[in-house]
């Protein structure tokens, strides 16, 4: 994919319209369409980059560090009660806009102010896989 067909450089090109919420030299921030939650924003490094694997560390740290800049904002200002800061990594991983970014989901008690519901439920593995496939990420 090419710049100009990214969905994300086109809005921190100003070619599509977005509420900015935050923005640097190197990130912006912009409130989602499809908000799961009352300030459901995304940031994006304003450089294309395809996702957390092909990602300059020095890009992944400067979005991940304005992740938590607006993160940080929407529990003062917001008044949230918690917060979801989501990356999908690849179609498996839900993916739909191949530019690297970063949901932050304010979250709710007051379930009018936030859809958003657990897809995974946490269940007890087994323990003799679980540290086979460790000792196979170990490095």
């Known amino acids: 994919m090419s710049e100009n067909d990214c969905l994300f450089c086109n809005i921190v090109a100003g070619n599509l319209p977005s ?3 935050y ?9 989602d ?3 799961a939650a009352v300030g459901h924003t995304v940031v994006v490094p304003k450089t ?15 979005t991940a560090k304005t992740a938590q800049t ?13 917060v979801n800061v989501l990356n999908n990594c690849g179609s498996t991983a ?5 530019h690297l970014h970063f949901h932050v989901i304010p979250r ?7 859809s958003l519901t657990l897809p995974w439920v ?11 496939v460790g000792e196979k990420l170990a490095f």
């Not at 923005?23 to 409130?31: I, L, N, Q, R, V």
């Not at 294309?48 to 400067?62: G, I, N, Q, S, Y």
């Open 108 to 114: 709710y008690t007051d379930k009018s102010k936030d």
């Open 48 to 62: 294309h980059t395809k996702d957390v694997l092909e990602a300059d560390p020095a890009v992944f740290a400067a």
């Open 19 to 21: 509420t900015k919420v």
């Open 33 to 35: 369409i499809a908000p």
């Open 94 to 98: 839900w993916q739909t806009v191949f």
């Open 23 to 31: 923005e640097d030299d190197e990130t912006y921030a912009f409130m």
């Open 122 to 132: 946490p269940q007890q593995g087994d323990l003799d896989a679980i540290k086979t």
């Open 70 to 82: 607006v993160a940080k904002r929407a529990v003062e200002v917001l008044e949230a009660d918690g």
